[in-house]
């Protein structure tokens, strides 16, 4: 499975974005999907995640609230959206494929078995 990510750029705080994930090469709603980032500096870190159909999702703490994630399993994409973008938000953002990324186990790394190449996002207060 290849993964692109896409949409990252310069935001002013307070504004939102949508990031997109185009998955190919593989039969896509096999896999939960999920978004991590990772802010300079720091570890790579859990965004959000959406399961094999799209009816159930996860988010961190520190994106619930602001973020959304859905899936389009007929066109293989996974979008994220984010709202009132924080300075802290800046980070490269990573879509992930994981078979075996369901429920709890959605918000560790270690789960996902695919990764796109990421796409950053920085956000200017």
């Known amino acids: 499975v290849q993964l692109q990510a896409s949409g990252g750029g310069l935001v002013q705080a307070g504004l939102g974005l949508r990031l997109s994930c185009a998955a190919s090469g593989g039969t896509f709603s096999d896999y939960a999907m999920g978004w991590f980032r990772q802010a300079p500096g720091k570890e790579r870190e859990f965004v959000a995640a959406?399961?094999?159909?799209?009816?159930?999702?996860r988010y961190s703490d520190s994106v619930r609230g602001r973020c959304t994630i859905f899936r389009e399993n007929d066109k293989s994409t996974v979008t994220l959206q984010l709202i009132s973008l924080k300075p802290e938000d800046t980070a490269v953002y990573y879509c992930?494929?994981?078979?075996?990324?369901?429920?709890?186990?959605?918000?560790?790394?270690?789960?996902?078995?695919?990764w796109g190449q990421g796409t950053l996002v920085t956000v200017s207060s």
């Open positions: 992930a494929a994981g078979y075996t990324a369901t429920g709890v186990a959605a918000a560790y790394q270690a789960n996902y078995d695919y």
């Open positions: 959406v399961s094999r159909g799209g009816t159930v999702t």
